[in-house]
């Protein structure tokens, strides 16, 4: 069998509640849920998942089940033995400055990402990213996966990210089916209730005195000419808690209309006109 073309086979939405306390400990609790063409199903796609999964900021990445290797950070602590970095440009947006910086991989076949990384001056937090991972690296049934983050201050020194996309392409031809096509996965991230300690605060501060990004750079090259082994120690969060609300699905329409940060596409309204019927 054929999967015909210009066709939307699953789409699903969700609205979940999400607790995170460190080092790993997660809870999740998804209030709403709606599945076209199955009032009466649940979305399997989890706040938790896209989340806690893609923090740039950890040296790995495990990105679930995609690959059999964890994926190297282009901020792992020894990043510069897998990447090159090359600033593009610099900008300024609500009186910060950003750095445009492109980021290749220094090595072929290995769970690498390649793309812009957006970093703020001073404080060197992320504000955004958009990275791309191709079937170079040998990914099964994968053309192309791309990655787009952005972050945005909750506090007076915290930044999170506020929404998260993952664009997939895709294509297989074995004996019994063959099919292309592709998808994405929005995630939307509000109503952050932080309990900040007092010391990031002044761990803020503290960054805003290191010196500029070619004296980091400079720096960072040095380190890797004399540490070509980097550390491949990495572990994968299994501590988490899931629950769905009784009732998660019953939400109507209407509802549902004023929920969505982002109102659905023509092709989205419908599919859920089509097969809701």
Same mark, same amino acid.
């Given at each position: 069998? +054929?999967?015909?073309e210009?066709?939307?086979?699953?789409?699903?939405?969700?609205?979940?509640?999400?607790?995170?306390?460190?080092?790993?400990?997660?809870?999740?609790?998804?209030?709403?849920? =709606?599945?076209?063409?199955?009032p009466?199903?649940?979305?399997?796609?989890?706040a938790?998942?896209?989340?806690?999964?893609?923090?740039f900021?950890?040296?790995?990445?495990?990105?679930?089940?995609?690959?059999?290797?964890?994926?190297?950070?282009?901020?792992?602590?020894?990043?510069?033995?897998?990447?090159?970095?090359?600033?593009?440009?610099?900008?300024?947006?609500?009186?910060?400055?950003?750095?445009?910086?492109?980021?290749?991989p220094?090595?072929? +076949?290995?769970?690498?990402?390649?793309?812009? $990384?957006?970093?703020?001056?001073?404080? /060197?937090?992320?504000?955004?990213?958009?990275?791309?991972?191709?079937?170079?690296?040998?990914?099964?049934?994968?053309?192309?996966?791309?990655?787009?983050?952005?972050?945005?201050?909750?506090?007076?020194?915290? /930044?999170?990210?506020?929404?998260? =996309?993952?664009? $997939?392409?895709?294509?297989?031809?074995? +004996?019994?089916?063959?099919?292309?096509?592709?998808?994405?996965?929005?995630?939307?991230?509000?109503?952050?209730?932080?309990?900040?300690?007092? =010391?990031?605060?002044?761990?803020?501060d503290?960054?805003?005195?290191?010196?500029?990004?070619?004296?980091?750079?400079?720096?960072?090259?040095?380190?890797?000419?004399?540490?070509?082994?980097?550390? =491949?120690?990495? +572990?994968?969060?299994?501590?988490?808690?899931?629950?769905? @609300?009784? @009732?998660?699905?019953?939400?109507?329409?209407?509802? /549902?209309?004023?929920?969505?940060?982002?109102?659905?596409?023509?092709?989205?309204?419908?599919?859920?006109?089509?097969?809701?019927?």
């Amino acid at each position: 069998p +054929k999967i015909p073309e210009n066709k939307i086979i699953y789409f699903s939405e969700a609205l979940s509640e999400i607790t995170f306390k460190k080092p790993d400990i997660y809870n999740e609790k998804m209030i709403h849920s =709606k599945v076209s063409g199955m009032p009466r199903s649940y979305g399997f796609a989890t706040a938790h998942a896209m989340f806690a999964e893609v923090n740039f900021y950890e040296n790995y990445l495990s990105l679930g089940e995609i690959y059999e290797r964890p994926f190297v950070s282009p901020l792992n602590a020894n990043a510069f033995n897998y990447y090159e970095f090359e600033l593009l440009e610099t900008f300024s947006e609500r009186g910060h400055k950003i750095y445009k910086i492109k980021v290749t991989p220094l090595k072929t +076949k290995s769970p690498l990402f390649r793309g812009n $990384i957006y970093i703020i001056d001073g404080s /060197w937090r992320i504000h955004s990213v958009n990275f791309i991972i191709d079937k170079s690296i040998g990914i099964d049934y994968i053309d192309t996966l791309t990655i787009q983050q952005t972050f945005a201050p909750v506090s007076d020194s915290v /930044w999170m990210p506020i929404n998260q =996309k993952f664009n $997939i392409k895709f294509s297989f031809d074995v +004996k019994v089916a063959s099919a292309s096509g592709s998808g994405y996965v929005l995630g939307i991230f509000s109503n952050y209730k932080l309990d900040v300690p007092k =010391k990031i605060k002044a761990k803020v501060d503290t960054l805003k005195k290191e010196p500029s990004l070619n004296q980091v750079v400079k720096r960072r090259y040095k380190q890797r000419d004399k540490d070509e082994n980097a550390s =491949k120690e990495f +572990k994968v969060d299994k501590n988490e808690l899931f629950r769905v @609300e009784e @009732e998660a699905n019953k939400l109507d329409t209407n509802n /549902w209309k004023q929920l969505r940060p982002v109102p659905l596409t023509t092709e989205e309204i419908a599919d859920y006109r089509e097969k809701d019927s």
